[in-house]
C-alpha cells in the first residue's frame, strides 16, 4: 500500500479540541483514513480526555468517557490504525492552567499559558496526566509531549532569579523540563517512545543539545505547515539534529487548521504545495532518518480561539495529500482515484470544494460549510453594509437595543427575504452524522499562536 512514498508512518492529527467528532462519526471516517493511505492517528485530546480525580475539572462538558476512548482505540485497531496520544506538558496549557487551582504554576502570573518549570509541583502535574493517558492507551507505542510553542519561558519571577545565575538560560531551561517530562514517560512506561515539536529546539547550539540528554529520550516532529518551506533548510535542520544525537526524526505537515484562525474551508492548494514539498525534503535527507510524517488538522490555534475548518470540512484537503504522499506526486490519476474514494465528481485544487458533493462521511458539513462561507455570509455583509435602511436605523446600536422605526420595517424587509431565499443543498441529503462537541472555554488569551 505505501508504494513508493518515503514516509513509512502517515498519521492522521485529530485535534480535538472544540469540536471532537462523535464516536459513531470516527466508526466510519478511519476506514477512509486507512483507504487514503494513513496507518496512524495522532490525538490530541486536552479537555476531551476524561480526566479523574484531583484533575477531573480539566473535563470539558462533553469530554469523552472512559468507554468511549477504550472505543475508539478499538475502532482504530479495526481499521490498523496505530494510535499515539498527544498531552500539552510545557506551552499551550490554557485548559490546565486557566483553572484556579492550577494558576500558580503559569510562568506569568496573568497567563496561562505556558507552565512554570521550577515548581515540583510543575511537574507532578504534567506527571499525573501523563499517568492517566497512559492507563487507557495500554498498547501505546509512542506518547506525544508537546512542548511547543512555551511563550513567555523565562519570564516568570523564579526564572528571571534562576537566569541571574552563571551559565544558566532559556534553552537550558527549555531542555531540562523535556528531560524531567521524557524520563518520568521511560520510567512508567519503559516501553513508551516521547515525540515533541522542535520548534523549541531548532535554535539551541548543538553542544548544549548534545549534553543536555534529551537526544537520547525523545524523538522530535519537525513541523512546517508552508506552502514554500524551506527544503534545503529542513535538510541541514535534520542533520544537526542526527549529529546531536537523535537517530530518529518526524516530519509534521499540514492538511487544514494552518492558514487562518477563523478559516472556514482549507485552501487545498496550499496544502498540497507542502506536502510535496515535504517529499523532497524527505528525498534529499539523510537516508531513513525520518520515521514518518504527522498531517496536522488543527482545530483551534490555542484553546481560547474560534474554531477554524471542521473535521468533514477537510477531508478533501486530507484525502489529497495522503494520496500525494502516498504515490509521490498528484498528477491526473492520482487526482481521479481520491475523487473515486470520496464519491465526488471533480476536486478544485484551487478553489473551495463546492457544496452538495460526495459521498464520504461528513459531506453533509462541508456543504453546509461551503453555503455559509461562499454565498450566506456574502449576502448577508451586503444586506447590513449596503442598505442604507439598515446602515441608518437598523445599525448594531438599534440591534443592540432591539429598536427600530417601524416604518423602516417595510424598507428593510423585503431585502432580507430576498437574502434569506437562498437553497441550503443539504435538505435532501441523509441526516448529518457528524455532531461537534462544544468545549469549555476561558476568557480570551493574548496568543501568538503560529500555526
Known sequence: MSGSTPFKMRLVHLDLKGAPPKVSYLSEIFPLFRALGANGLLIEYEDMFPYEGPLRLLRAKYAYSPAEIKEILHLAGLSELEVIPL????????????????????????LPCTLNPHEAESLALVGAMIDQVLELHPGAQRLHVGCDEVYYLGE??????????????????????????????????????????????????????????????????????????????????????????????WAASAFKGATGPSQALPPVEHHLRNHAQWLQVAGSGPTDALQGIILTGWQRYDHFSVLCELL???VPSLAACLQLLLRGGFDEDVKAKMENLLGISSLEITDPVREGAGS???????????????????????????????????SPYHRQRKLIHPVMVQHIQPAALRGRGWRCPVQAMQPIVFTPRTAQAGPLSDSRRTR
Open 360 to 394: 464520504f462521511p461528513g459531506r453533509s458539513i462541508l456543504a453546509l460549510v461551503t453555503q455559509v462561507s461562499l454565498h450566506l455570509r456574502s449576502s448577508v455583509d451586503m444586506l447590513l453594509e449596503g442598505n442604507r435602511y439598515v446602515t441608518g436605523w437598523f
Open 87 to 110: 498531552v500539552q506538558t510545557f506551552g499551550h496549557m490554557e485548559f490546565v492552567l486557566k483553572h484556579a487551582a492550577f494558576a500558580h504554576l503559569r510562568e506569568v502570573g496573568p
Open 312 to 314: 468533514p470540512a477537510g
Open 156 to 249: 516568570g519571577e523564579a526564572s528571571r532569579r534562576w537566569l541571574q545565575q552563571e551559565q544558566n538560560s532559556t534553552g537550558k531551561l527549555c531542555l531540562s523540563h523535556m528531560q524531567a517530562v521524557a524520563s518520568h514517560v521511560r520510567a512508567r512506561r519503559p516501553g513508551v517512545t516521547p515525540l515533541v515539536w522542535d520548534d523549541m529546539l531548532r535554535e539551541l547550539p548543538e553542544d548544549q543539545l548534545a549534553a543536555s540528554g534529551v537526544p537520547q529520550l525523545v524523538e522530535p516532529v519537525l513541523w512546517d505547515y508552508t506552502a514554500d518551506l524551506d527544503v534545503h533548510g529542513k535538510v541541514l535542520l535534520m542533520q544537526k539534529y542526527q549529529r546531536c544525537g537523535f537517530l530518529r526524526l
